[in-house]
Protein backbone atom coordinates (compact mmCIF):
# COMPACT_ATOMS: atom_id res chain seq x y z
CA UNK A 1 0.00 0.00 0.00
CA UNK A 2 2.64 2.55 0.74
CA UNK A 3 4.78 1.23 -2.26
CA UNK A 4 1.89 3.74 -4.20
CA UNK A 5 2.18 6.37 -1.91
CA UNK A 6 3.84 9.23 -3.62
CA UNK A 7 6.63 11.04 -1.92
CA UNK A 8 4.46 13.86 -1.53
CA UNK A 9 2.27 12.53 0.44
CA UNK A 10 4.86 10.28 2.11
CA UNK A 11 6.52 13.51 3.22
CA UNK A 12 3.37 15.16 3.98
CA UNK A 13 2.64 12.09 6.70
CA UNK A 14 5.76 11.87 8.15
CA UNK A 15 5.72 15.57 8.73
CA UNK A 16 2.35 15.06 10.44
CA UNK A 17 3.21 12.49 12.75
CA UNK A 18 6.03 13.73 14.03
CA UNK A 19 3.97 17.45 14.22
CA UNK A 20 1.36 15.34 16.14
CA UNK A 21 4.24 13.78 18.54
CA UNK A 22 5.83 17.33 18.81
CA UNK A 23 2.58 19.08 19.70
CA UNK A 24 1.21 16.23 21.99
CA UNK A 25 4.58 16.52 24.37
CA UNK A 26 4.30 20.35 24.36
CA UNK A 27 1.05 20.34 25.37
CA UNK A 28 1.22 17.90 27.56
CA UNK A 29 4.12 19.77 28.55
CA UNK A 30 2.25 22.74 29.03
CA UNK A 31 -0.46 21.31 31.10
CA UNK A 32 1.94 19.71 33.71
CA UNK A 33 3.81 22.91 34.17
CA UNK A 34 0.73 24.99 34.59
CA UNK A 35 -1.82 22.89 36.94
CA UNK A 36 1.58 22.00 39.50
CA UNK A 37 1.80 25.95 39.75
CA UNK A 38 -1.91 26.65 40.33
CA UNK A 39 -1.83 23.99 42.90
CA UNK A 40 1.07 25.29 44.47
CA UNK A 41 0.08 28.44 44.90
CA UNK A 42 -3.23 27.17 46.20
CA UNK A 43 -1.33 25.47 49.00
CA UNK A 44 1.38 28.73 49.13
CA UNK A 45 -2.30 30.40 49.92
CA UNK A 46 -3.32 27.79 52.43
CA UNK A 47 0.16 28.12 53.93
CA UNK A 48 -0.09 31.37 54.87
CA UNK A 49 -3.90 31.13 56.03
CA UNK A 50 -2.91 28.55 58.41
CA UNK A 51 0.44 30.53 59.43
CA UNK A 52 -2.50 33.12 60.19
CA UNK A 53 -4.47 31.33 62.42
CA UNK A 54 -1.52 29.95 64.38
CA UNK A 55 -0.57 33.68 65.69
CA UNK A 56 -3.67 34.12 66.62
CA UNK A 57 -3.83 31.31 68.41
CA UNK A 58 -0.20 32.14 69.85
CA UNK A 59 -1.00 35.62 70.83
CA UNK A 60 -4.79 35.07 72.23
CA UNK A 61 -4.57 31.72 74.39
CA UNK A 62 -5.96 32.73 77.84
CA UNK A 63 -5.82 29.78 79.89
CA UNK A 64 -8.43 31.14 82.48
CA UNK A 65 -10.83 32.67 79.67
CA UNK A 66 -11.10 29.80 77.10
CA UNK A 67 -14.39 32.62 74.97
CA UNK A 68 -11.14 34.88 74.64
CA UNK A 69 -9.98 32.90 71.84
CA UNK A 70 -13.16 31.83 70.56
CA UNK A 71 -14.13 34.95 69.86
CA UNK A 72 -10.63 36.28 68.55
CA UNK A 73 -10.58 33.71 66.06
CA UNK A 74 -14.32 34.09 65.00
CA UNK A 75 -12.85 38.24 64.49
CA UNK A 76 -10.05 36.81 62.51
CA UNK A 77 -12.29 34.54 60.10
CA UNK A 78 -14.93 36.99 59.98
CA UNK A 79 -12.51 39.47 58.42
CA UNK A 80 -10.61 37.14 56.54
CA UNK A 81 -11.68 36.20 52.99
CA UNK A 82 -12.68 32.54 53.36
CA UNK A 83 -12.79 32.91 56.61
CA UNK A 84 -15.71 30.08 56.54
CA UNK A 85 -13.48 27.52 55.96
CA UNK A 86 -11.26 27.53 59.16
CA UNK A 87 -11.82 24.62 62.01
CA UNK A 88 -9.67 24.56 64.93
CA UNK A 89 -9.88 22.22 67.65
CA UNK A 90 -8.22 22.37 71.01
CA UNK A 91 -5.77 19.76 72.78
CA UNK A 92 -9.00 17.75 74.20
CA UNK A 93 -10.85 18.05 70.31
CA UNK A 94 -13.14 20.63 71.29
CA UNK A 95 -14.21 22.68 68.12
CA UNK A 96 -12.58 25.97 69.37
CA UNK A 97 -13.94 27.56 65.61
CA UNK A 98 -16.10 25.29 63.63
CA UNK A 99 -16.81 25.37 59.74
CA UNK A 100 -19.89 24.53 57.94
CA UNK A 101 -18.14 23.32 54.68
CA UNK A 102 -14.97 21.09 55.94
CA UNK A 103 -14.25 19.07 58.96
CA UNK A 104 -11.43 18.58 60.12
CA UNK A 105 -12.65 15.26 61.08
CA UNK A 106 -12.52 14.17 57.62
CA UNK A 107 -9.06 15.39 56.60
CA UNK A 108 -6.72 12.84 55.63
CA UNK A 109 -3.58 11.99 57.69
CA UNK A 110 -1.25 14.06 55.22
CA UNK A 111 -1.37 17.61 55.46
CA UNK A 112 -3.27 17.97 52.35
CA UNK A 113 -6.30 16.73 51.19
CA UNK A 114 -9.33 17.49 48.85
CA UNK A 115 -12.64 17.20 50.25
CA UNK A 116 -15.94 17.45 47.68
CA UNK A 117 -18.97 19.02 48.59
CA UNK A 118 -22.04 19.89 46.88
CA UNK A 119 -21.00 23.64 46.49
CA UNK A 120 -17.55 22.17 45.04
CA UNK A 121 -14.25 21.13 46.06
CA UNK A 122 -12.02 22.38 48.33
CA UNK A 123 -8.65 21.87 48.90
CA UNK A 124 -7.54 21.30 52.70
CA UNK A 125 -3.97 21.71 54.77
CA UNK A 126 -3.60 20.83 58.29
CA UNK A 127 -1.52 20.84 60.89
CA UNK A 128 -0.84 20.91 64.51
CA UNK A 129 0.28 24.05 66.44
CA UNK A 130 1.73 23.95 70.00
CA UNK A 131 0.62 26.54 72.11
CA UNK A 132 2.08 26.54 76.08
CA UNK A 133 2.82 23.15 75.59
CA UNK A 134 -0.98 22.09 74.41
CA UNK A 135 -1.11 20.78 70.75
CA UNK A 136 -4.05 22.84 68.85
CA UNK A 137 -5.45 21.36 65.34
CA UNK A 138 -6.30 23.88 62.81
CA UNK A 139 -7.68 23.03 59.52
CA UNK A 140 -7.71 25.57 56.42
CA UNK A 141 -9.59 25.62 53.36
CA UNK A 142 -9.89 26.97 49.62
CA UNK A 143 -12.37 26.32 46.68
CA UNK A 144 -10.61 25.01 44.10
CA UNK A 145 -13.33 26.39 41.20
CA UNK A 146 -11.51 29.27 40.10
CA UNK A 147 -8.11 27.04 39.30
CA UNK A 148 -10.26 24.16 38.00
CA UNK A 149 -11.79 26.31 35.76
CA UNK A 150 -8.41 27.52 34.31
CA UNK A 151 -7.31 23.99 33.79
CA UNK A 152 -10.35 23.18 31.97
CA UNK A 153 -10.08 25.90 29.95
CA UNK A 154 -6.72 25.43 29.36
CA UNK A 155 -7.58 21.71 28.49
CA UNK A 156 -10.27 22.64 26.23
CA UNK A 157 -7.76 24.81 24.81
CA UNK A 158 -5.25 22.39 23.99
CA UNK A 159 -7.19 19.62 22.54
CA UNK A 160 -8.98 21.83 20.10
CA UNK A 161 -5.66 23.88 18.71
CA UNK A 162 -3.60 20.66 18.25
CA UNK A 163 -5.92 19.45 15.61
CA UNK A 164 -6.55 22.43 13.94
CA UNK A 165 -2.43 23.70 14.48
CA UNK A 166 -1.88 20.29 13.00
CA UNK A 167 -4.74 20.31 10.24
CA UNK A 168 -3.69 23.95 8.81
CA UNK A 169 0.38 22.55 9.33
CA UNK A 170 -0.09 19.57 7.39
CA UNK A 171 -1.88 21.45 4.35
CA UNK A 172 0.49 24.18 4.34
CA UNK A 173 3.38 20.67 4.31
CA UNK A 174 1.88 19.64 2.00
CA UNK A 175 1.60 22.40 -0.48
CA UNK A 176 5.21 22.87 0.17
CA UNK A 177 6.22 19.72 -0.89
CA UNK A 178 4.09 20.10 -4.00
CA UNK A 179 5.98 23.06 -4.78
CA UNK A 180 8.96 21.43 -4.22
CA UNK A 181 8.71 18.89 -6.20
CA UNK A 182 6.79 19.86 -9.47
CA UNK A 183 10.25 20.55 -10.89
CA UNK A 184 10.41 16.55 -10.69
CA UNK A 185 6.88 15.96 -12.49
CA UNK A 186 8.73 18.39 -15.07
CA UNK A 187 12.00 16.62 -15.67
CA UNK A 188 9.69 13.19 -15.63
CA UNK A 189 7.63 14.71 -17.99
CA UNK A 190 10.30 15.87 -20.61
CA UNK A 191 12.44 13.05 -20.34
CA UNK A 192 9.10 10.67 -21.42
CA UNK A 193 9.18 12.19 -24.93
CA UNK A 194 12.88 11.81 -25.29
CA UNK A 195 13.34 8.20 -27.63
CA UNK A 196 15.78 6.84 -29.59
CA UNK A 197 15.53 9.62 -32.48
CA UNK A 198 15.49 12.41 -29.90
CA UNK A 199 18.32 11.60 -27.91
CA UNK A 200 19.72 15.18 -28.60
CA UNK A 201 17.75 16.70 -26.67
CA UNK A 202 18.47 17.70 -23.26
CA UNK A 203 16.30 18.58 -20.40
CA UNK A 204 15.89 22.49 -18.85
CA UNK A 205 18.41 23.11 -16.27
CA UNK A 206 17.02 25.11 -13.55
CA UNK A 207 20.13 27.57 -11.94
CA UNK A 208 19.02 26.40 -8.26
CA UNK A 209 22.41 25.32 -7.12
CA UNK A 210 19.82 22.20 -5.36
CA UNK A 211 19.57 18.81 -6.21
CA UNK A 212 16.79 18.76 -8.85
CA UNK A 213 19.63 21.46 -10.73
CA UNK A 214 22.32 17.84 -10.28
CA UNK A 215 19.25 15.64 -11.22
CA UNK A 216 18.61 17.33 -14.85
CA UNK A 217 22.96 17.94 -15.04
CA UNK A 218 22.87 14.42 -14.55
CA UNK A 219 20.09 13.02 -16.65
CA UNK A 220 21.60 15.26 -19.47
CA UNK A 221 25.17 13.92 -18.98
CA UNK A 222 23.24 10.41 -19.26
CA UNK A 223 21.83 11.60 -22.59
CA UNK A 224 24.92 12.53 -23.76
CA UNK A 225 26.50 9.01 -23.12
CA UNK A 226 23.50 7.37 -24.74
CA UNK A 227 23.71 9.58 -27.57
CA UNK A 228 27.45 9.32 -28.19
CA UNK A 229 27.20 5.17 -27.67
CA UNK A 230 24.29 5.32 -30.22
CA UNK A 231 25.83 7.12 -32.70
CA UNK A 232 29.20 5.17 -32.45
CA UNK A 233 27.13 2.00 -32.69
CA UNK A 234 25.19 3.22 -36.27
CA UNK A 235 28.54 4.30 -37.58
CA UNK A 236 30.22 1.21 -36.99
CA UNK A 237 26.95 -0.21 -38.26
CA UNK A 238 27.72 1.90 -41.12
CA UNK A 239 31.00 1.23 -41.73
CA UNK A 240 30.84 -2.48 -41.27
CA UNK A 241 28.44 -2.77 -44.13
CA UNK A 242 30.40 -0.67 -46.39
CA UNK A 243 33.82 -2.63 -45.81
CA UNK A 244 31.86 -5.50 -46.18
CA UNK A 245 30.35 -4.99 -49.67
CA UNK A 246 33.77 -4.05 -51.27
CA UNK A 247 34.92 -8.07 -50.92
CA UNK A 248 31.46 -9.46 -52.00
CA UNK A 249 31.12 -6.63 -54.84
CA UNK A 250 34.48 -8.19 -56.11
CA UNK A 251 34.02 -11.94 -55.43
CA UNK A 252 30.37 -10.82 -57.67
CA UNK A 253 32.45 -9.24 -59.91
CA UNK A 254 35.14 -11.54 -60.95
CA UNK A 255 32.28 -13.84 -61.00
CA UNK A 256 30.23 -12.47 -63.57
CA UNK A 257 33.01 -11.47 -65.40
CA UNK A 258 34.63 -14.83 -65.97
CA UNK A 259 31.52 -16.18 -66.44
CA UNK A 260 30.19 -14.03 -69.54
CA UNK A 261 31.88 -16.50 -71.72
CA UNK A 262 34.38 -19.36 -72.29
CA UNK A 263 37.57 -19.04 -70.86
CA UNK A 264 41.03 -20.94 -70.69
CA UNK A 265 41.01 -23.20 -67.72
CA UNK A 266 44.36 -20.87 -66.23
CA UNK A 267 41.67 -18.10 -66.32
CA UNK A 268 39.26 -20.01 -64.26
CA UNK A 269 41.82 -20.87 -61.89
CA UNK A 270 43.51 -17.35 -61.62
CA UNK A 271 39.23 -16.24 -61.09
CA UNK A 272 38.75 -18.80 -58.21
CA UNK A 273 42.09 -17.91 -56.63
CA UNK A 274 40.67 -13.97 -56.56
CA UNK A 275 37.46 -14.91 -55.33
CA UNK A 276 39.54 -17.12 -52.53
CA UNK A 277 40.94 -14.32 -51.68
CA UNK A 278 38.36 -12.52 -50.75
CA UNK A 279 36.36 -14.55 -49.33
CA UNK A 280 39.21 -14.71 -47.02
CA UNK A 281 39.17 -11.87 -46.18
CA UNK A 282 35.64 -11.47 -46.01
CA UNK A 283 35.71 -14.34 -43.43
CA UNK A 284 38.63 -12.36 -41.20
CA UNK A 285 36.50 -8.73 -41.53
CA UNK A 286 33.61 -10.86 -40.07
CA UNK A 287 35.76 -12.47 -37.65
CA UNK A 288 36.64 -9.33 -36.30
CA UNK A 289 33.11 -7.39 -36.50
CA UNK A 290 32.27 -10.13 -34.39
CA UNK A 291 35.05 -9.92 -31.69
CA UNK A 292 33.91 -6.70 -31.28
CA UNK A 293 30.55 -6.94 -31.45
CA UNK A 294 30.36 -9.18 -28.24
CA UNK A 295 33.08 -6.83 -26.76
CA UNK A 296 30.52 -4.12 -27.13
CA UNK A 297 28.10 -6.28 -25.37
CA UNK A 298 30.44 -6.99 -22.73
CA UNK A 299 31.15 -10.55 -23.63
CA UNK A 300 33.30 -12.76 -23.28
CA UNK A 301 34.48 -12.16 -20.34
CA UNK A 302 38.71 -12.90 -20.71
CA UNK A 303 39.95 -14.67 -17.24
CA UNK A 304 43.25 -13.40 -16.43
CA UNK A 305 46.02 -15.77 -14.33
CA UNK A 306 49.73 -14.80 -13.51
CA UNK A 307 52.10 -16.02 -16.44
CA UNK A 308 55.49 -15.58 -17.62
CA UNK A 309 55.60 -12.99 -19.83
CA UNK A 310 59.41 -14.00 -21.83
CA UNK A 311 58.00 -18.12 -23.30
CA UNK A 312 54.92 -16.28 -24.91
CA UNK A 313 56.80 -13.13 -26.20
CA UNK A 314 59.46 -15.65 -27.96
CA UNK A 315 56.55 -17.29 -29.56
CA UNK A 316 55.13 -14.94 -31.19
CA UNK A 317 58.51 -13.61 -32.09
CA UNK A 318 58.79 -16.70 -33.91
CA UNK A 319 55.58 -16.31 -35.72
CA UNK A 320 56.23 -12.96 -36.77
CA UNK A 321 59.02 -14.32 -38.53
CA UNK A 322 57.31 -17.04 -40.83
CA UNK A 323 54.66 -14.13 -41.47
CA UNK A 324 57.47 -12.04 -42.65
CA UNK A 325 58.16 -15.21 -45.22
CA UNK A 326 60.43 -14.20 -47.78
CA UNK A 327 60.67 -10.64 -47.23
CA UNK A 328 64.03 -9.02 -46.10
CA UNK A 329 63.02 -7.82 -42.39
CA UNK A 330 65.09 -8.86 -39.49
CA UNK A 331 62.48 -9.26 -36.25
CA UNK A 332 64.66 -9.48 -32.88
CA UNK A 333 63.61 -10.04 -29.37
CA UNK A 334 65.20 -8.03 -26.65
CA UNK A 335 64.56 -10.06 -23.30
CA UNK A 336 65.46 -9.35 -19.21
CA UNK A 337 67.21 -12.08 -17.76
CA UNK A 338 64.98 -12.82 -15.36
CA UNK A 339 61.31 -13.96 -15.58
CA UNK A 340 58.61 -11.24 -16.00
CA UNK A 341 55.23 -12.22 -14.54
CA UNK A 342 52.02 -10.39 -15.74
CA UNK A 343 48.07 -10.76 -14.91
CA UNK A 344 46.80 -12.13 -18.52
CA UNK A 345 45.02 -14.40 -20.98
CA UNK A 346 47.30 -16.26 -22.92
CA UNK A 347 45.47 -16.35 -25.75
CA UNK A 348 44.05 -12.83 -25.90
CA UNK A 349 48.12 -11.67 -24.99
CA UNK A 350 49.21 -13.59 -28.00
CA UNK A 351 46.12 -12.11 -30.59
CA UNK A 352 47.04 -8.60 -29.70
CA UNK A 353 51.08 -8.91 -29.97
CA UNK A 354 50.65 -11.10 -33.28
CA UNK A 355 48.43 -7.91 -34.26
CA UNK A 356 50.85 -5.61 -33.80
CA UNK A 357 53.19 -7.15 -35.02
CA UNK A 358 50.94 -8.16 -38.12
CA UNK A 359 51.07 -4.33 -38.33
CA UNK A 360 54.63 -3.55 -38.21
CA UNK A 361 55.30 -6.57 -40.59
CA UNK A 362 52.55 -4.84 -42.94
CA UNK A 363 54.09 -1.16 -43.09
CA UNK A 364 57.96 -1.96 -42.65
CA UNK A 365 59.46 -1.87 -46.61
CA UNK A 366 61.93 -4.69 -46.77
CA UNK A 367 65.52 -4.36 -45.11
CA UNK A 368 63.93 -2.98 -41.86
CA UNK A 369 63.85 -3.99 -38.32
CA UNK A 370 61.18 -5.43 -35.85
CA UNK A 371 62.00 -5.82 -32.61
CA UNK A 372 59.60 -6.93 -29.89
CA UNK A 373 60.86 -6.04 -26.53
CA UNK A 374 59.99 -6.83 -22.59
CA UNK A 375 61.02 -4.78 -20.05
CA UNK A 376 60.09 -4.80 -15.77
CA UNK A 377 60.11 -1.15 -14.72
CA UNK A 378 58.82 -0.09 -11.20
CA UNK A 379 55.41 0.90 -12.13
CA UNK A 380 54.84 -3.18 -14.37
CA UNK A 381 56.04 -4.71 -17.13
CA UNK A 382 55.88 -3.40 -20.54
CA UNK A 383 56.20 -5.02 -23.98
CA UNK A 384 57.06 -2.86 -26.90
CA UNK A 385 56.72 -3.68 -30.73
CA UNK A 386 58.94 -1.26 -32.78
CA UNK A 387 59.60 -1.52 -36.49
CA UNK A 388 62.00 0.67 -38.62
CA UNK A 389 58.58 1.08 -41.10
CA UNK A 390 57.01 4.27 -42.65
CA UNK A 391 55.81 5.04 -39.43
CA UNK A 392 52.13 7.31 -38.84
CA UNK A 393 51.94 11.35 -39.61
CA UNK A 394 51.42 13.10 -36.30
CA UNK A 395 47.49 13.91 -37.75
CA UNK A 396 46.66 10.61 -37.75
CA UNK A 397 48.35 9.11 -34.84
CA UNK A 398 44.98 10.05 -32.27
CA UNK A 399 43.00 7.71 -34.36
CA UNK A 400 44.71 4.13 -35.33
CA UNK A 401 42.77 2.96 -32.81
CA UNK A 402 39.96 4.23 -34.10
CA UNK A 403 37.00 1.39 -35.72
CA UNK A 404 37.75 1.33 -39.50
CA UNK A 405 40.22 4.05 -39.63
CA UNK A 406 43.33 3.50 -42.46
CA UNK A 407 45.75 6.44 -42.48
CA UNK A 408 45.99 6.05 -45.85
CA UNK A 409 43.68 4.12 -47.97
CA UNK A 410 46.00 3.50 -50.95
CA UNK A 411 49.10 2.27 -48.79
CA UNK A 412 47.36 -0.91 -46.96
CA UNK A 413 44.45 -2.16 -49.63
CA UNK A 414 46.90 -4.39 -50.51
CA UNK A 415 48.16 -5.77 -47.52
CA UNK A 416 45.05 -6.37 -46.34
CA UNK A 417 44.04 -4.28 -43.73
CA UNK A 418 40.62 -3.92 -42.51
CA UNK A 419 41.27 -1.13 -39.68
CA UNK A 420 40.04 -3.13 -37.23
CA UNK A 421 43.42 -4.89 -35.97
CA UNK A 422 44.32 -1.87 -33.35
CA UNK A 423 40.69 -1.47 -32.12
CA UNK A 424 41.05 -5.00 -31.34
CA UNK A 425 44.33 -4.56 -29.56
CA UNK A 426 43.27 -1.81 -27.81
CA UNK A 427 40.00 -3.49 -26.44
CA UNK A 428 42.12 -6.79 -25.41
CA UNK A 429 44.25 -4.49 -23.84
CA UNK A 430 41.91 -2.31 -21.77
CA UNK A 431 40.74 -6.21 -20.57
CA UNK A 432 44.14 -6.90 -19.13
CA UNK A 433 43.99 -3.19 -17.40
CA UNK A 434 46.89 -2.35 -19.29
CA UNK A 435 47.12 0.76 -22.06
CA UNK A 436 48.46 0.61 -25.30
CA UNK A 437 50.45 3.45 -26.96
CA UNK A 438 51.65 4.87 -30.20
CA UNK A 439 54.56 6.77 -31.14
CA UNK A 440 55.56 7.78 -34.06
CA UNK A 441 57.81 9.72 -36.40
CA UNK A 442 56.75 9.59 -40.48
CA UNK A 443 59.42 7.73 -42.65
CA UNK A 444 61.24 7.20 -39.43
CA UNK A 445 58.99 3.85 -37.91
CA UNK A 446 56.77 2.91 -35.05
CA UNK A 447 56.69 1.80 -31.38
CA UNK A 448 53.14 0.62 -30.01
CA UNK A 449 53.91 -0.36 -26.46
CA UNK A 450 52.06 -2.13 -24.01
CA UNK A 451 51.97 -0.73 -20.07
CA UNK A 452 50.75 -3.76 -17.86
CA UNK A 453 50.14 -2.66 -14.43
CA UNK A 454 52.14 -3.63 -11.25
CA UNK A 455 50.89 -7.24 -10.13
P1 LIG B 1 44.77 -2.23 -40.60
O1 LIG B 1 44.04 -3.53 -40.54
O2 LIG B 1 44.34 -1.34 -41.68
O3 LIG B 1 46.22 -2.38 -40.43
P2 LIG B 1 44.81 -1.28 -37.89
O4 LIG B 1 43.70 -0.91 -37.00
O5 LIG B 1 45.67 -2.42 -37.50
O6 LIG B 1 44.20 -1.49 -39.32
O7 LIG B 1 45.71 -0.01 -38.08
C1 LIG B 1 45.13 1.25 -38.35
C2 LIG B 1 46.06 2.09 -39.19
O8 LIG B 1 47.21 2.43 -38.46
C3 LIG B 1 46.55 1.36 -40.40
O9 LIG B 1 45.73 1.66 -41.49
C4 LIG B 1 47.94 1.86 -40.62
O10 LIG B 1 47.94 2.92 -41.57
C5 LIG B 1 48.38 2.42 -39.31
N1 LIG B 1 49.39 1.57 -38.65
C6 LIG B 1 49.19 0.60 -37.76
N2 LIG B 1 50.35 0.03 -37.35
C7 LIG B 1 51.32 0.68 -38.03
C8 LIG B 1 52.75 0.57 -38.07
N3 LIG B 1 53.40 -0.33 -37.30
N4 LIG B 1 53.42 1.41 -38.89
C9 LIG B 1 52.77 2.31 -39.64
N5 LIG B 1 51.43 2.45 -39.66
C10 LIG B 1 50.73 1.65 -38.88
Given at each position: MTAHWSIRARLTAWYSVVLLAGLTLFGAGIWLLISHSLRASLDDTLAQHAQGVITVLQSEVRPDKPKHLQQELAEYASATPGGNLIEVLDSRGQQIVASKTVALQE?????HGVQVRPSGRYRTFTTTASVNGLPYRVLVATPMDATEATLSRLRLLLLWSTPVVLLLASLGGYWISRRALAPVDEITRSARVIGIQSLSQRLAVPASGDEIQRLSETWNGMLARLEAAVKRLSQFTADASHELRTPIALIRTTAELTLRRERSPETYREALRQVLLESERTTRLVEDLLLLARADAGLPSLPLERLELIPLVRDVCRQGQILAGARQLEISAEIPDEPVFVEANDPALRRMLLLLLDNAVKYTPSGGRITLSVDRGPAGATVAVSDTGIGIPETALPHVFERFYRVDESRNRDAGGTGLGLSIAKWIAERHHASLEAESVLGQGSVFRIRFPLT
Open positions: ADSAS
